[in-house]
């Protein structure tokens, strides 16, 4: 399976700003999918936001909403998440996935990478 890599994470006090960077595949059709998941201690993961291929087409989960942007440039192959007013509760590992389907979070998951973490303090 094809990798992704994270960066851009770090802690900053709530309220603060982050923006993740990732790098993942080129887009083979146009149903393929890349988002951004969470997993914090003792919780599962959980989908913050997905993009389609084209970059049209967004979803977020309902706690980011407002505050959370997902993007992609097609051209550098490189997926963002732009992360403002952040709260304590945004604290986890961020991890970005693609997927061959923009479905749903889980078939926007088919090939993980590592993870970076956010660390926001209240």
């Known amino acids: 399976a094809q990798v992704s890599v994270a960066s851009g994470g770090g802690s900053v006090q709530a309220g603060g700003s982050l923006k993740l960077s990732c790098v993942v595949p080129?887009?083979?059709?146009?149903?393929?999918?890349a988002g951004w998941f969470r997993q914090s201690p003792g919780k599962e993961r959980e989908g913050v936001a997905r993009i389609s291929a084209s970059g049209n087409v967004v979803r977020y989960v309902s706690s980011v909403k407002g505050r959370f942007t997902i993007s992609r440039d097609n051209a550098m192959n490189t997926l963002y998440l732009e992360m403002n007013n952040l709260e304590p509760e945004d604290t986890a590992m961020y991890y970005c996935?693609?997927?061959?389907?923009?479905?749903?979070?889980?078939?926007?998951?088919?090939?993980w990478g590592q993870g970076t973490q956010v660390t926001v303090s209240s």
């Open positions: 996935a693609w997927g061959q389907s923009f479905g749903s979070f889980g078939s926007c998951s088919t090939s």
């Open positions: 080129g887009s083979t059709s146009p149903h393929d999918c």
